[in-house]
């Protein structure tokens, strides 16, 4: 079997794939879990300044082709997370933890960025593209509020930041993220964050279904996948010589892992596929992959990264 061993900026990962953020990431014992799965890391729900109850139920609907939510953001708040990545840590020393850390308002990154460094978290990943909060913009599709958001932040501590962003339709606003982002020393860009703001109907209810914000939400799984690996293999061009990608976005199979590292992904996070199938689906996947590495030759995940073919 092909290693799927690999790295993101100077933390090893012992395989290709774990939890994107925010699918049953949220609390110790979910934490656990994926600490002990077969996931190449652990990565916790963004977190606020203070606690969030997030939106009114139901906030989170399995699709025929994957997910939509309008979670808005619960979490235990920036103190509790501080608190059990320590436990995290000292229960699986030798996984990675990715600490996921948001923001309401502008003010709040710097608050949570800040408190972080007290945590045991190997990397920070920075979501500047949470779509589901009532009356906020994506930061990320705001270049000006994006590079005075990574400014504050990158500025505090010595904790390893990287971004989630989410998706983009339109070359010139990857050129433009990217000149942005350039000025930074992100230690990886996470591509993408769910489709923001679709609606789903059922119409035997001829209702919505999911309630929060008239019943627009992100959209995830088969619905995303091709405009995620779009998205890594833009990035990838762009700065692909700088950070390294996580991708994310409608990976079930190995074969979407596979995808992703050809694309130019150094890693996969899966969301969709872990609230439908439950923590088996990291080795799975992973081993999937594994197959496919060894069946094409491919000595390493290394060997094939970004190596996609042009026809
Ligand atoms: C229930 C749920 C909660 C999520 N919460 C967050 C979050 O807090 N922060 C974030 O950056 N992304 C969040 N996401 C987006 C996922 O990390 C991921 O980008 C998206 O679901 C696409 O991946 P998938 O197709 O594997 O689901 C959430 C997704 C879901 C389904």
Known sequence: ?????????????????????GPKDVTLDELRVIGKSSAAAIATKSCTPLPRDGNEEPRYRDLELGSINSMGLPNLGVDAYVELSHTIKEEFPDKPLIVGAAGIGFEDFPVVVEKLQKSAADMLEVNLSCPNVKGKPQIAYDFASMDKTLKTVMSIGDKPIGVKLPPYFDFVHFEQAAEVLSKYDLEFLCCVNSIGNALVIDPETEAPVIRPKGGFGGLGGKYLKPTALANVRKFYELLGDRFAIIGVGGVYTGSDAFEFLLAGASAVQVGTVFMQEGPKCFERIDK??????????????EDAKGKLKML
């Open 288 to 301: 999937e992959l594994a197959e496919i590495l060894k069946r094409k030759k491919y000595a390493s995940v």
């Open 1 to 21: 079997m092909a290693s799927t061993a690999t790295r993101i900026g100077k933390v090893e990962l012992a395989s290709f794939v774990f939890n994107a953020i």
